[in-house]
């Protein structure tokens, strides 16, 4: 397992970094991205080109959404199978066999934790969630954008 050290960060925040981790681990880690993924970016266009207007990342409400429709208070987060734990039971056993195991596994069990935190939050404050998995809007983008027009119209009935 490797070695976990709090060090200051950007901006003075403690931040944690990873000691005896390959330079190819560090490298690789680091082009990971946070917003404006390949699967948002496919997602917004599609979206965009059907005249939905959004927020990207909307720093107002709980969990910074990667899209939120402000006007009828949708939130859609577009998940990575393997941060946000898709098929969990399937992939904590694989993990259990990995290199730094307990720290793949502590790190994924606290994302899922914070998702569902983070749901209570935006469903409280009366909003509607959506998630999708990064594969689901590759392969088809069109049904989860009917999924968010369904939510829309949906939206549209109720307050009538």
């Given amino acids: 397992m490797a070695a976990v050290d709090k060090v200051m ?11 005896n981790v390959s330079e190819k681990r560090r490298y690789n880690m680091s082009r990971i991205k946070g917003s404006d993924t390949s699967i948002e970016l496919c997602l917004r266009k599609t979206l ?5 207007r959004y927020r990207k990342n ?3 409400l709980p ?8 006007k009828y208070h949708i939130a859609i987060f577009c998940d990575s199978e393997f941060f946000h734990g898709k ?3 399937v992939l904590k056993p694989r993990l259990e066999k990995s290199n730094n195991s307990r720290l793949w ?6 994302n899922m934790e914070r998702d569902r935190e983070t749901d209570k939050k935006l469903l409280f ?12 809007i590759l392969k088809n983008t069109d ?13 549209i009935i109720s307050a009538k």
């Fill in 9 to 19: 960060g950007k901006r003075g925040k403690k931040t944690r970094a990873f000691l």
């Fill in 48 to 52: 965009w080109k059907k005249g939905i």
């Fill in 58 to 60: 909307y720093k107002d």
């Fill in 63 to 70: 969990g910074k959404p990667d899209i939120a429709i402000t």
């Fill in 87 to 89: 098929d969990w039971e």
């Fill in 105 to 110: 596994i502590d790190k994924i069990s606290k």
């Fill in 125 to 136: 404050l009366d909003w509607t969630v959506i998630h999708f998995w990064g594969e689901e």
């Fill in 143 to 155: 049904e989860c954008v009917r999924v968010i027009e369904e939510t829309i119209f949906g939206q």
